[in-house]
């Protein structure tokens, strides 16, 4: 199982990017995505979880960013928008069978990250 992600980028502050995350070899009960800025822990963003439909977010990201997930394609993106400097970091996607969504523990496969640089 592999989960390749892609889309990060610089950006002006207010801009958008979309990330993606191919995952090859399985689907997953539930995807999220972390991301870790320099000198910061890894930290919840967003997840979901595919049965339910749900999704959940941060609350620094909440009413910005957006999770989907195209099963057929097994691929999970990640709309950003209005994005703030303080959104500067590598953005990591992750797979899960179960668990807190919140939770880095849960997360069985990651992903190599994409660097997302938002300029002010």
């Known amino acids: 199982v592999q989960l390749q992600a892609s889309g990060g980028g610089l950006v002006q502050a207010g801009g958008s990017l979309r990330l993606s995350c191919a995952a090859s070899?399985?689907?997953?009960?539930?995807m999220g995505w972390f991301r870790q800025a320099p000198g910061k822990e890894r930290e919840f963003v967003a997840a979901?979880?595919?049965?339910?439909?749900?999704?959940y977010y941060a609350d620094s990201v909440k009413g910005r960013f957006t999770i989907s997930r195209d099963n057929a394609k097994r691929t999970v993106y990640l709309q950003m928008n209005v994005l703030k400097p303080e959104d500067t970091a590598i953005y990591y996607c992750?797979?899960?069978?179960?668990?807190?969504?919140?939770?880095?523990?849960?997360?069985?496969?990651w992903g190599q990250g994409t660097k997302v640089t938002v300029s002010s």
């Open positions: 070899g399985r689907t997953f009960y539930g």
């Open positions: 992750a797979g899960r069978a179960g668990g807190s969504y919140s939770s880095k523990r849960s997360y069985d496969y």
């Open positions: 979901d979880t595919w049965s339910a439909g749900s999704k």
